[in-house]
């Protein structure tokens, strides 16, 4: 999507430095790179300025920090979308955990595309991961 303008943020100023330097990470004027916390960012965007959102955020051994699995911020997500747009997550849930987080994600987005990721020959072993999208009403 060449003309797609594109928001990544990062709260670790080394992972954007090695995502750019080693990654081939895209440069130009639609590329925005904001080092801060993605949860303050989801919160202070503006209503309906996205297409889409993807979440994937972990904290080492601890998983995907608490506020990022909240009520409150599935709202957010779902406030910062356009009408037709898609949010997105990538985590890894005890099955309770992971329940609670579609519940609440599908009060405010609708349809669900559920993947889990398994191991692959040739590629190596998963962690458990489960990939779900769902769309603004």
Known sequence: ??????????????????AKEWFCA??????GYHVQDGHEFVLKASSGSYDFVYVDVFAGDDGVPAQFLTPNFHSHVGRVLKPGGLGAMNFIPPKEEGLQVLTSFR???QGLGLFELREQPGIGVTDGSILFFLQKR
């Open 26 to 31: 895209p440069r130009g004027s639609q590329y």
């Open 107 to 109: 009060k405010v987005l």
């Open 1 to 18: 999507l060449p003309t797609a303008v594109v928001d990544t943020v990062e709260i670790d100023d080394a992972m954007v430095y090695a």
